[in-house]
Nanobody
């Protein structure tokens, strides 16, 4: 089994910064991609940022220029550096991992970490 453990959420003022981290553990064979999604109350879950094992990144339009995603393949860790935070960034942030073992592709989710941007 695979587990994802997120950390780094919290309360921050508008314009501030936060760094989220997600560590994957367990029976890990090959990680295809890792990333972050978020879900605000009453809204659908949306992509924030993702990064493949080769380092190709994809950022949501609303966070481009403000958020940066990075990955440490040796430690099975993905991080999200969030800057210039806005109240509309308030949401539960979920770590997602796409995993491959032989011909099987599996998707795992973390439990989520709350990010609140408010003065």
């Amino acid at each position: 089994q695979v587990q994802l453990a997120e950390s780094g959420g919290g309360l921050v003022q508008p314009g501030g910064s936060l760094r989220l981290s997600c560590v994957a553990s367990g029976r890990i064979r090959s990680i295809v991609a890792m990333g972050w999604y978020r879900q605000a109350p009453g809204k659908e879950r949306e992509l924030v940022a993702s990064i493949t094992s080769g380092g190709v990144t994809n950022l949501g339009d609303s966070v481009k220029g403000r958020f940066t995603i990075s990955r440490d393949n040796a430690k099975n860790t993905v991080s999200l550096q969030m800057s210039s935070l806005k109240p509309e960034d308030t949401a539960v942030y979920y770590c997602k991992m796409t995993h491959r073992y032989m011909e099987n592709i599996s998707v795992y989710w973390g439990q989520g970490t709350q990010v609140t941007v408010s003065s």
